[in-house]
Nanobody, 119 residues
């Protein structure tokens, strides 16, 4: 299974972007799908996660109130709606899936999509 992330781009501060992550197999079932990001020179950090078949989501404090994660299970797609973008949101954004019960780590990763926010 491959995860394909898309939707990144160059925007000005205050703008919005919507990232998408599609699983290559329609039968792919996951427990959690998450978004992570890695800014230049920094470690990868958690952004948001959502449980399969649920609207329950968790967010990093830095994006709460600005970002929304949602899923379309019929299309095996997860979205990250990013509003009120700030220059500090600039990073490569990765989607990831957790499929193993009892393990908290994400075991499938997409290739990343670059988000650049100018001031």
């Amino acid at each position: 299974v491959q995860l394909q992330a898309s939707g990144g781009g160059l925007v000005q501060a205050g703008a919005s972007l919507r990232l998408s992550c599609v699983a290559s197999e329609r039968t792919f079932r996951w427990l959690n799908m998450g978004w992570f990001r890695q800014a230049p020179g920094k470690e990868r950090e958690f952004v948001a996660t959502i449980r399969y078949g649920s609207s329950n989501a968790d967010y990093a404090d830095s994006v709460k109130g600005r970002f929304t994660i949602a899923s379309d299970n019929a299309k095996n797609t997860v979205f990250l709606q990013m509003n009120s973008l700030k220059p500090e949101d600039t990073a490569v954004y990765y989607c990831a899936a957790r499929t193993i019960v009892g393990k908290s780590s994400y075991n499938y990763w997409g290739q990343g999509t670059l988000v650049t926010v100018s001031s």
